[in-house]
């Protein structure tokens, strides 16, 4: 892993917490919305490496993007769980690092964009 890019970082240590949230719904038989927001939560970073090793600036933007709607997906699933009562897991530090995510996300695409 990268050290020092913060969104790299971030995405990495989230796509973390979202494994061992999966594990924990896992254990409480919630398999349809945790198979969801695994692949969602994980594709974040994955999506960031890739960029990161983009062709081009439209590549990087490309990239990013994918990442800003996964991490968007991935807030829709942890808002299911919160509201849904599936689960007795607090989802709250989860939602707050996603947005905090997106919020990261949004910003480097539009700057980038800007910069293009």
């Known amino acids: 892993m990268e050290r020092g890019n ?9 796509a973390l917490k979202i494994i061992e949230l999966y594990r924990i719904l896992n254990i409480e038989k ?10 969602s939560g994980t594709s974040i970073g994955a999506n960031i490496q890739e960029a990161t090793a983009g062709f081009s600036k439209k590549d990087f933007i490309y990239k990013m993007s994918i990442a800003s ?3 968007r997906e991935t807030k829709y ?12 897991t607090n989802v709250d530090t989860h939602l707050n690092e996603v ?3 997106i919020s990261i996300l949004t910003k480097i695409v539009k700057t ?3 910069n293009l």
């Not at 913060?6 to 989230?14: A, G, Q, R, Y």
């Open 6 to 14: 913060i969104v790299v970082d971030k995405s990495f240590e989230f």
């Open 30 to 39: 919630e398999f349809i919305i945790s198979k969801q927001l695994l692949r």
């Open 69 to 71: 709607k996964e991490a």
């Open 77 to 88: 699933w942890l808002q299911l769980l919160n509201k849904s009562n599936i689960t007795n």
């Open 99 to 101: 947005n905090h995510l």
């Open 112 to 114: 980038s964009q800007q």
